[in-house]
């Protein structure tokens, strides 16, 4: 199988060539693996309090349920007072609304650094694809499972909602571009996009059914998929993956 | 936008000259139109009785959500008493799983009905996915977005996990039939299924963002994209979709 690695194919990967900030972006991305942060340095403790907080929060809402979940059970399963969880997030909404984000901001930041790409919009699109689906299966819970919640219509989920908007407005905007890249048109609004952010999206639903699926494996093919989606060709595809 | 109906392009439909089974699960199909089943004829009002206690169970279970329900809330709803909708549902699992099944079981049968059917691959490919998405974005409520709940796990929701499964096989099979016919050969293992089931299921994270959206082109626009993600080619697309 083709890998965004240099030695896949003998030699330099395409976004090497790209300016520092794309390169960086990239590098965190195909970088990613599953698994919590490491604990950090920090001798005051904090960052890993709240870190452990997080994921406890993240633990019971997947598993018992948001509703169900009180933010004593939280703190006892963090192994902290409810004072000193309290001192990190205001609340349930405030825990849920950091584990939202942390769904999409790194793939908002490679799409961003994507955009500023000269490459070509098949094969960008292809990275962006690839990475969110690594984010969206990676990790040991299915956060993106959340996204369901009846709760987070509420206001105070209005920072999530806005950057998934962004990070949908940028794969509409891309695949718009590889759209036309490729076959030489660009069909009517709203083209491509919402069928490619679905695709994407969809490995949340996958990973309810396959638990243990195969992260690298799905990633590929939904990022081959997303790229039959703008109108790609066999061969075409297999451009875009090339280093 | 092109339908499939009969007078859109002047031809009967090619489900016409099927097996009256065939004919009668996909009329029923592309009939189905938004909105709870009307009210029965029946004298005792048993099924009527069963339905609002099941439009009820469903409008909490999306607006409240699941765990937050109690039973007595779910009767008050309905205009029942509860002992009443323990005669007809055994609980609030009970519930959950008629409703989870009917948004799976007309797609099965349609999926039977088509297996029997000596039509095109692509084409029967392009009716499953277009009546499923019919299927999940009709209706008043997004009954899919209970299928990410944690309770679903249980050994009491099997049935519908069967059903689910035997849905997917059913994609599974008909996708790799269509690969074959269009690109003359199959992929490896698993094929396109996987990719083309998300597609289809992705209308349900999508119909959580947009509210209104408009079901007919989604419909079609989901269907057109199955068959891009078998390897159809744009003129392969549009003769699936001709009457």
Redesign the interface.
């Known amino acids: 199988m083709l890998r965004l690695t240099a030695d896949a194919a003998g030699g330099a990967p395409w976004w090497s060539g790209q300016g520092s900030a794309t390169r960086w972006y990239v590098r965190q991305a195909m970088a990613r693996r599953p698994g919590r942060p490491r604990a950090s340095g920090d001798p005051s403790g904090d960052r890993d309090t709240r870190q452990d907080v997080l994921a406890a929060a993240a633990a019971l809402f997947?598993?018992?349920?948001?509703?169900?979940t009180s933010t004593r059970a939280i703190a006892e399963r963090a192994g902290v007072r409810q004072a000193t969880m309290y001192h990190h997030f205001a609340g349930k909404d405030a825990l849920l609304l950091e584990l939202l984000l942390g769904t999409v901001r790194p793939s908002v930041e490679l799409a961003d650094a994507l955009a500023g790409s000269t490459e070509d919009p098949a094969r960008r699109l292809w990275t962006l694809a690839r990475a969110d689906v690594q984010l969206l299966l990676g990790g040991e819970l299915?956060l993106g499972?959340l996204?369901?919640?009846?709760?987070i219509a509420g206001e105070q989920f209005a920072a999530f909602h806005a950057l998934r908007d962004q990070l949908r407005a940028r794969y509409t905007d891309l695949a718009a571009q590889a759209e036309e890249a490729v076959t030489g048109e660009r069909s009517a609004v709203p083209g491509?996009g919402?069928?490619v952010f679905?695709?994407v999206?969809?490995?949340?639903?996958?990973r309810?059914d396959e638990p243990d699926v195969d992260l690298e494996g799905?990633a590929d093919?939904?990022a081959d998929?997303v790229l039959?989606?703008v109108?790609c060709t066999?061969a075409q595809v297999a451009a875009a993956r090339l280093p």
Chains 1, 2 share one sequence.
């Open positions: 997947c598993t018992v349920g948001f509703t169900a299915n499972a996204y369901v919640l009846p709760e491509p919402p069928l679905g695709l999206e969809s490995v949340i639903l996958r309810r799905v093919a939904v998929g039959r989606l109108g066999p």
